[in-house]
Antibody, heavy 124, light 108 residues
Framework: EVQLVQSGAEVKKPGDSLKISCKISGYSFTMYWIGWVRQMPGKGLEWMGIIHPLDSDTKYSPSFEGQVTISADKSLNTAYLKWNSLTPSDTAIYYC?????????????????WGQGTTVTVSS | SYVLTQPPSVSVAPGKTARITCGGNKIGSKSVHWYRQKPGQAPVLVIYYDTDRPSGIPERFSGSNSGNTATLTISRVEAGDEADYYC???????????FGIGTKVTVL
């Protein structure tokens, strides 16, 4: 069974750093792009970026470029989302999800398997 | 940046047909995906590549895409279809995905 299991909820203070994880099982980690999606309280879905674990090629939404870092560790079958300095506006649920399809045509297939979400709360 | 337009809400009676639109400039030339999200749950892919259904998604869910509008159609609506629905496309000009704002489907 394909599973994306995310790390647990986090409560942080403004200015803190944070790295959340998404551990993949049930398929070869290096086959598919992994993406991150933000959902602020009561709001819609926002696509943040993706990484291909094979070569760590990464694409960011312009809204998130420079604000977060997406990475992957092939040895651990795990993708990460990192902040260097959190602000209250980073309070949200963050989902990882698998982009099915090949390295070059993933955009034809959508996000077919999702993690359960990680709730991040940033408050002083 | 590419913009997708969805109606904020759609209401439909049980057994009827719900149509949720997703507008965008020449969206017919792009591949559109649709997601369903129920409260407190992660989104679920219900349509990809305009018209294809992932395994496990009922045939009541169908999609179309032409010109400047893509449409998700839910036939024979059930109470369990009540959820937020999001469209998504890849913006090849800027190399990133875009989501619509989401449409809340209410079953009367």
């Amino acid at each position: 069974e394909v599973q994306l299991v995310q790390s647990g909820a986090e409560v942080k203070k403004p200015g803190d750093s944070l790295k959340i994880s998404c551990k993949i099982s049930g398929y070869s980690f290096t086959m598919y792009w992994i993406g991150w999606v933000r959902q602020m309280p009561g709001k819609g879905l926002e696509w943040m970026g993706i990484i291909h674990p094979l070569d760590s090629d990464t694409k960011y939404s312009p809204s998130f470029e420079g604000q977060v870092t997406i990475s992957a560790d092939k040895s651990l079958n795990t993708a990460y989302l990192k902040w260097n300095s959190l602000t209250p506006s980073d309070t949200a649920i963050y989902y990882c999800a698998r982009h099915s399809g090949s390295y070059y045509d993933f955009y034809y297939y959508g996000l077919d398997v999702w993690g359960q979400g990680t709730t991040v709360t940033v408050s002083s | 940046s590419y913009v997708l337009t969805q109606p904020p809400s759609v209401s439909v009676a049980p057994g009827k047909t719900a149509r949720i639109t997703c507008g965008g400039n020449k969206i017919g030339s792009k591949s559109v995906h649709w997601y369903r999200q129920k409260p407190g749950q992660a989104p679920v892919l219900v349509i990809y590549y305009d018209t294809d259904r992932p395994s496990g998604i009922p045939e009541r869910f169908s999609g179309s895409n032409s010109g400047n509008t893509a449409t998700l159609t839910i036939s024979r609506v059930e109470a369990g279809d009540e959820a937020d629905y999001y469209c998504q496309v890849w913006d090849s000009n800027s190399d990133h995905y875009v989501f619509g704002i989401g449409t809340k489907v209410t079953v009367l």
